[in-house]
């Protein structure tokens, strides 16, 4: 076969984007055999030569295909199901989107399915692969980082995909999200105008994460301040390692008058280090945390933090996936929610 018989990346993009998926049909053509010699291949290899299982396998591989678990299952069939993907559950900063996508989804007739990847050795691939053998009419996703195998399974899916809690102009499908790179440069520019110089951070050790210390670093450079101290713990994040991290930051670095944290739980576990060490919040020590949890406005000081309105998140990405699966287009594709930083007493 040549390579003009060869779906490319974005012959599979434009083929999900229209009218149907990679199909069995597309496998064997690429492995040069007949579709059943295909289907016998996928659900019972024993029936076939070593050859040919290699030639399938091999196609499989370079599409994206995942065979349909929905046995009998109609191409046009809707499932009324939508699965979504999220690191965690054990923290609770994306329990607001599952909440609004699932009351959203349930105001159309859909219902959702809920996997957690995690953070290290993220099982996003082997989820993916569960998720689109069984049909559903749309996945949403955390983040925009997957694995190529994940990009070319989504891809060669045909099934509508929303990409959450990042921002990017190029997203695989549809995106609603916000720029961790515009936060971490906030956060700067809102402690240089409180007379904050010596900054420091505290975060988790994911990816999202690293894009906002990083770019909380770079601005922290172009407006000539000291060098950023900074103090990184496994995600997902929690008040007890927010605690270690400012005792191993008072230790190192004792001159710092502000510390930005990755999520608000590590800043809880700042904000009680600091008082069981005597540090005055926010007198010697400013604390801005991420996420706007409901404990935030309750603590004393109250917790300045980075709002994320996970509600609309939740809601559009409803939106997009019902908008879809009924037919309709869908413009613009990506939606920048934004974010806002809630000045309370802890700066």
């Known amino acids: 076969m040549n390579h003009e018989d060869t779906p490319t990346d974005t012959q599979t993009r434009r083929t999900r984007r229209g ?52 046995a009998g299952g109609l191409a046009s069939s809707r499932s009324r199901l939508v699965a979504a993907v999220v690191p965690t559950l054990n923290g609770p900063v994306f329990l607001e989107t599952v909440q609004a996508l699932t009351d959203a989804l349930a105001e159309q007739g859909y219902q959702l399915m809920l996997g957690q990847s995690g953070y290290v050795d993220s099982r996003e691939d082997a989820l993916l692969e569960a998720i689109i053998g069984r049909r559903p009419d749309g996945i949403v996703l955390t983040g925009i980082m997957h694995s190529p195998e994940g990009r070319k399974r989504l891809l060669a899916a045909g099934i509508p995909v929303v990409e959450t809690w990042d921002l990017t102009p190029t997203p695989l499908d549809m995106l609603v999200g916000f720029s961790h790179v515009d936060v971490g440069r906030a956060v700067v520019d809102f402690l240089y105008a409180r007379g904050r ?15 906002r210390h990083q770019a909380f670093q770079a601005a922290a450079r172009a407006a000539g301040l000291p060098e950023v101290r900074m103090v990184t713990v496994p995600a997902p994040t929690t008040a007890k390692s927010g605690r270690s991290a400012l005792a191993e930051l008072m230790r190192d670095a004792g001159d710092i008058d502000a510390v930005f944290c990755s999520s608000d739980l590590l800043a809880l576990g700042v904000l009680m280090q600091a008082q069981a060490s005597g540090i005055a919040v926010p007198g010697q020590l400013a604390i801005v945390g991420f996420g706007d949890l409901e404990f935030a406005a309750d603590l004393n000081p109250a917790l300045t933090t ?18 879809r699966a009924e037919g309709r287009p869908v413009e613009p594709r990506v939606v920048d929610i934004g974010f806002t930083i809630v000045e309370r007493g802890s700066t």
Not at 37 to 54: D, G, H, I, Y
Not at 204 to 211: M, N, Q, V, Y
């Open 197 to 211: 110089r010596r900054l420091a951070i505290v975060a988790g050790d994911d990816e999202r994460s690293t894009r």
């Open 306 to 323: 980075v709002r994320i309105d996970g509600t609309a998140i939740g809601r559009q990405a409803a939106r997009f996936i019902v908008e």
């Open 19 to 70: 009218s149907g998926a990679v199909t069995l049909h597309d496998v064997a053509k690429l492995a040069g055999v007949a579709p059943i010699t295909a289907s016998r291949a996928l659900n019972t290899p024993t029936q076939v030569s070593a050859e040919v299982l290699k030639k399938v396998t091999d196609a499989v591989q370079r599409t994206g295909y995942v065979p349909n678990r929905l």
